[in-house]
């Protein structure tokens, strides 16, 4: 990783953005996931109240996809993926994001979170269950509708594979988990933005985004399934936290991917992985220039403009209530 904090003293002639203050409008007739409209394929959702959990429309996985496989001397490779892909709508208000909901409201939603998970996770073809929000047209959301996908592999995604390996080879080696290690290194708190009784949120040392941030429970364990109902409720009150801290940055929505990774289903011990969360926002500058991962960042190594210090600094020196709250 290359760290250059000067660059952010260059002069800015490049392309900008424009900052996204969503409409307020709780129901819109013309989107898509709306309670009660129609969709592209002509299904019509329910008229839901809380979340609502559908099958995507037009899936990047089917479940239906024989097991076939290519290979042509070795070098030219290619496997078919069947899977399942799955849309979850966080609400039925249209205008709302993790940020502006309700702790009650986001306690539903992980309770949608855990109860695909644990759907998905029986299915026999599926060995990995991928939660992720797409937030913003930034990061590609087709929908401004409060929303995210879930997407079930039958082989385990290449990030998940050298994330187990990782923690595989630091458990042998050491008799201890790498995350639970690495928590420890953390206690003094200078890349430490939010905390609670269960979970720390922070701007991990090997950050590449600009205000990239992880979210570590406290205590060890696997997957989404297994937490507590404390730690439920303590998840929801970090993804809250968390979320309007981003907001609060530029006091504009923050667009981000984020999503959870935990332990493959694959049927086989996973005593050295630890459950987290990853947020990955773009921008960099203000609300209207982002972090474009281009040229050195493609062609030779990661490079970030800000120290993860620095960034975690300025999160945590961020009020907790959302911007738009405080403007009344």
Same mark, same amino acid.
């Given at each position: 990783? $290359?760290?250059?904090?000067?660059?952010?003293?260059?002069?800015?002639?490049?392309?900008?953005?424009?900052?996204?203050?969503?409409?307020? #409008?709780?129901?819109?007739?013309?989107?898509?996931?709306?309670?009660?409209?129609?969709? *592209?394929?002509?299904?019509?959702?329910?008229?839901?109240?809380?979340? /609502?959990?559908?099958?995507?429309?037009?899936?990047?996985?089917?479940?239906?996809?024989?097991?076939?496989?290519?290979?042509?001397?070795?070098?030219?490779?290619?496997?078919?993926?069947? +899977?399942? *892909?799955?849309?979850?709508?966080?609400?039925?208000?249209?205008?709302?994001?993790?940020?502006?909901?309700? $702790?009650? *409201?986001?306690? +539903?939603?992980?309770?949608?979170?855990?109860?695909?998970?644990?759907?998905?996770?029986?299915?026999?073809?599926?060995?990995?269950?991928?939660?992720?929000?797409?937030?913003?047209?930034?990061? +590609?959301?087709?929908?401004?509708?409060?929303?995210?996908? #879930?997407?079930?592999?039958?082989?385990?995604?290449?990030?998940? !594979?050298?994330?187990?390996?990782?923690?595989?080879?630091?458990?042998?080696?050491?008799?201890?988990?790498?995350?639970?290690?690495?928590?420890? $290194?953390?206690?003094?708190?200078?890349? #430490?933005?939010?905390?609670?009784?269960?979970?720390? !949120?922070?701007?991990?040392?090997?950050?590449?985004?600009?205000?990239?941030?992880?979210?570590?429970?406290?205590?060890?364990?696997?997957?989404?399934?297994?937490?507590? *109902? !404390?730690?439920?409720?303590?998840?929801?009150? #970090?993804?809250?936290?968390?979320?309007?801290? $981003?907001?609060?940055?530029?006091?504009?929505?923050?667009?981000?991917?984020?999503?959870?990774?935990?332990?493959?289903?694959?049927?086989?011990?996973?005593?050295?992985?630890?459950?987290?969360?990853? /947020?990955?926002?773009?921008?960099?500058?203000? !609300?209207?220039?982002?972090? /474009?991962?281009? +040229?050195?960042?493609?062609?030779?190594?990661?490079?970030?403009?800000?120290?993860?210090?620095?960034?975690?600094?300025?999160?945590?020196?961020?009020?907790?209530?959302?911007?738009?709250?405080?403007?009344?």
């Amino acid at each position: 990783m $290359l760290v250059s904090p000067q660059r952010t003293r260059r002069p800015w002639q490049g392309q900008t953005e424009r900052v996204e203050e969503p409409a307020d #409008i709780t129901y819109d007739p013309t989107c898509y996931l709306c309670p009660g409209n129609p969709r *592209a394929e002509g299904q019509r959702n329910p008229e839901y109240t809380g979340t /609502f959990v559908f099958e995507n429309d037009f899936p990047a996985l089917y479940p239906g996809t024989p097991l076939e496989n290519f290979n042509s001397g070795g070098l030219l490779v290619a496997e078919a993926e069947p +899977g399942f *892909a799955r849309v979850v709508c966080f609400s039925p208000v249209h205008d709302l994001t993790l940020s502006r909901m309700s $702790l009650s *409201a986001i306690e +539903g939603v992980i309770e949608a979170w855990i109860q695909q998970n644990a759907n998905l996770s029986a299915e026999p073809l599926v060995n990995y269950v991928q939660i992720f929000e797409n937030r913003g047209a930034m990061m +590609g959301a087709s929908n401004p509708h409060p929303h995210c996908q #879930i997407w079930a592999n039958h082989r385990i995604p290449n990030e998940i !594979a050298v994330e187990a390996q990782s923690q595989e080879k630091w458990q042998q080696e050491h008799g201890s988990c790498l995350l639970c290690d690495y928590l420890l $290194l953390e206690a003094k708190g200078e890349r #430490i933005v939010a905390q609670n009784e269960s979970f720390i !949120a922070l701007a991990p040392f090997w950050a590449v985004w600009p205000f990239e941030t992880m979210i570590l429970p406290r205590r060890h364990f696997s997957n989404l399934s297994e937490l507590s *109902a !404390a730690e439920h409720a303590a998840f929801a009150a #970090i993804l809250q936290e968390m979320t309007i801290r $981003l907001d609060n940055l530029f006091e504009a929505p923050c667009p981000y991917s984020m999503g959870f990774h935990q332990a493959p289903c694959d049927g086989k011990p996973h005593s050295s992985w630890h459950f987290h969360a990853h /947020f990955l926002p773009p921008l960099l500058r203000s !609300a209207t220039v982002r972090k /474009f991962l281009v +040229g050195y960042e493609l062609l030779a190594m990661p490079q970030r403009d800000i120290t993860a210090e620095s960034a975690a600094e300025r999160l945590r020196g961020l009020s907790p209530v959302h911007y738009r709250a405080r403007r009344g």
